[in-house]
């Protein structure tokens, strides 16, 4: 399944963009595995691998047709965002919609952030997302939420919210309509990484949200009550 699919995807790119483009993605592909092996080698940890919704089993969440595929974030392009953010990182949570095998959460434990959650809806990728932090990380304050990221309701503390681009257009909106009910349940500063924003437009079609920087692969928002 996994052979097909690359072979799917190579196929659509040398359609649409050319043997050239097609070359230039897959040598900066390689350098991105690259980076990531060598994360998972100096950790001990395993995030590196990409997994499909179909390999998973245990999700129970009616939301499971909106999930994507598991595939890791850039460790470089996470610690460049996280720096953006002026804030002390000791009063703030940070919380990953759709941790998944924890790639993010490894990275945000660099940062001396108050709490770090991570919210996702299978059980395997949590199990070994656990293993990882058990491995990297295990004296952190870190909490693994078994959930449907449309049903996870925020703690009522400053938080840096992280997406990497996590679920399709339904899970999005209802997960902006949690965070919208829980600032105005309690005020307070909330930012928001987008990595990797296929659905930017929701996030910029919503008043309480501010665009602060915009760049090709990232947008970074923080809730208009805080500027």
């Known amino acids: 399944m996994g052979d097909q699919l690359t072979i799917d995807r190579l196929r659509y790119s040398l359609r649409h963009h050319g043997a050239l483009k097609t070359l230039s993605r897959a040598i900066l592909g390689l350098a991105h595995w690259i980076e990531g092996a060598v994360f998972d080698y100096r950790l001990g940890t ?7 919704l179909d390999r998973l089993k245990g999700i129970v969440s009616k939301n499971r ?13 996470i610690r460049r965002l996280i ?20 790639r993010a959460i490894l990275v945000a434990a660099e940062y ?3 709490k770090i959650i991570g919210v996702d809806f299978s059980p395997e990728l949590q199990a070994i997302a656990a293993a990882n932090i058990g491995r990297a990380c295990p004296h952190r304050n870190i909490e693994l939420v078994l959930s449907d990221a449309a049903d996870y309701v925020l703690p009522d503390v400053p938080a840096v919210l992280f997406f990497f681009n996590p679920f399709h257009h339904a899970v999005m909106e209802d997960v902006l309509q949690s965070i919208k009910a829980s600032l105005e349940r309690a005020p307070r500063d909330l930012w928001a990484i987008y990595y990797n924003p296929m659905l930017r437009y929701l996030f910029d079609e919503k008043p309480f949200l501010k665009l602060l920087v915009q760049q ?11 500027l």
């Open 46 to 52: 395993d995030t590196n691998t990409i997994v499909t």
């Open 65 to 77: 047709r909106y999930g994507v595929r598991y595939q890791p974030s850039h460790p470089r392009a």
């Open 83 to 102: 720096s953006k953010i002026a804030v002390r990182y000791q009063e703030y949570a940070f919380i990953d919609f759709g941790s998944e095998k924890g």
């Open 112 to 114: 001396p952030f108050q």
């Open 216 to 226: 090709e692969h990232f947008a970074l928002y923080r809730n208009r009550a805080s």
